[in-house]
Each structure stands twice: as C-alpha cells, then as structure tokens.
C-alpha cells in the first residue's frame, strides 16, 4: 500500500527557514515523479514543487525560486522541501503527492506557519 | 500560466440532486485535466483523471467530461458524502494550476 507522511511543519518566523520531510512507503520515490502542494488557510490548491524520479528535472513555483528547494533521499527514501527566507504568504499546509501530472496518492499535509 | 476558471466558487444542493461543476483555462489544454474532491483537514482525493476517467473505487455517479478549455464535472446524483469541495488541475504545462474550488454544500 503506498502511504506518504509529511513532517517538519512548524511556526517560523519570516526569513527563517524549514525544511518538511515526507516519507514514503509501498514504493521507492527514485521511481517516481514527487511534488509537492500548499494549501493557505481557507484558500485553494497551490501546486509548488516537483523532482523527476532521478533528480535530473525540477520545477519550483516562480514565487519561491531561489527560497525553496526540493530532494529526495533514497537511504531514507522520502522527499524533502528546504525552505529558506520564509514569508508570512508561505504560511499553509504543505501536501506531499506522487506523480507530476496528476497526482493519485497523497500524504495528510503538515502546517507551515510564517509569523512573528 | 494556463489559468483554470472554476464555477461555480459554491452550490447548494439537496441529496438526490444532479450537480454540475464547469472548469475553463485560458488555453487548449487538449484532456489533461483532472478533478479532486477535498473534504475539511483531508487530503484531496482523486476523482477524475484525462478528463473523463473514472478513479478506481470511485463512485459511478461521478463523470468528467470536455476537452481544450472546457470541462466539467458532474454528479448524478448527490449522496450525504459528496458534500466537500471540488477542485480541477490542469497538467498540460508547468506550473500547474487548480481552478479555485467549489464548495458543495447542504440545501
């Protein structure tokens, strides 16, 4: 069965830096395309991250290039997102998915919160 | 971007009812679409893929139909569970880009 599970959400204050881990099992993720979607507060669906199964393709939202970014580790076989210089509009729930086009398996999400 | 317009942002709806929710992007996105159903502190769940194909486990009342810029999902006949909302994403390009949701709610 494949599960995924986020963690590392956590109150931060703008410009500090976080990094959110999802672990995956039921599959090895350097099979597979991972991404990552937040969701803010009451808002909708934002998609902000993905990492071809080998590494070699990533593609990050314009609003966190150079803030963000993404890995997968196989020894620990999870999926990382570092996040740097942190803003109060990161501020959301951050889902880790399988897949690169239209996600199928996803993980229950885990809360950034950018405040001061 | 491809922007998804969604609409509309929030129905009521009794049980029994058929409901119809509409996505339009701003460009021909030939059937790469897909339409997730999200319920309050869940993650979204895959209802549709490619347009109009049916996730497995998923309940037949559920169809997705259209292709380039016009979509839509329809219910056929509303169950207690069904009331969440709803959300399209196209994955012709990068970024990806959802529609802004539909809530589904009670009448």
């Known amino acids: 069965e494949v599960q995924l599970a986020e963690s590392g959400g956590d109150l931060v204050q703008p410009g500090g830096s976080l990094r959110l881990s999802c672990a995956a099992s039921g599959f090895t993720v350097n099979t597979y395309w991972m991404t990552w979607v937040r969701q803010a507060p009451g808002k909708g669906l934002e998609w902000v991250a993905d990492i071809k199964f080998d590494g070699s393709e990533k593609n990050l939202l314009d609003s966190v290039k150079g803030r963000f970014s993404i890995f997968t580790d196989d020894a620990t076989n999870s999926l990382y997102l570092h996040m740097n210089s942190l803003r109060v509009e990161d501020t959301a729930v951050y889902f880790c998915?399988?897949?690169?086009?239209?996600?199928?398996?996803w993980g229950q999400g885990t809360l950034v919160t950018v405040s001061s | 971007d491809v922007q998804m317009t969604q609409a509309p942002s929030s129905l009521s709806a009794s049980v029994g009812d058929r409901v119809t929710i509409t996505c339009r992007a701003s460009r021909g996105i030939t059937n790469d679409l897909g339409w997730y159903q999200q319920k309050p502190g869940k993650a979204p769940k895959r209802l549709i893929y490619?347009?109009?194909i049916l996730q497995g486990g998923v309940p037949s009342r559920f169809s997705g139909s259209g292709s380039g810029t016009e979509f839509s999902l329809t219910i056929s006949s509303l169950q207690p569970e069904d009331f969440a909302t709803y959300y399209c994403l196209q994955y012709n390009d990068w970024p990806r880009t959802f529609g802004q949701g539909t809530k589904v709610e009670i009448k």
């Open positions: 998915a399988r897949g690169y086009r239209c996600p199928e398996s």
């Open positions: 490619e347009a109009d």
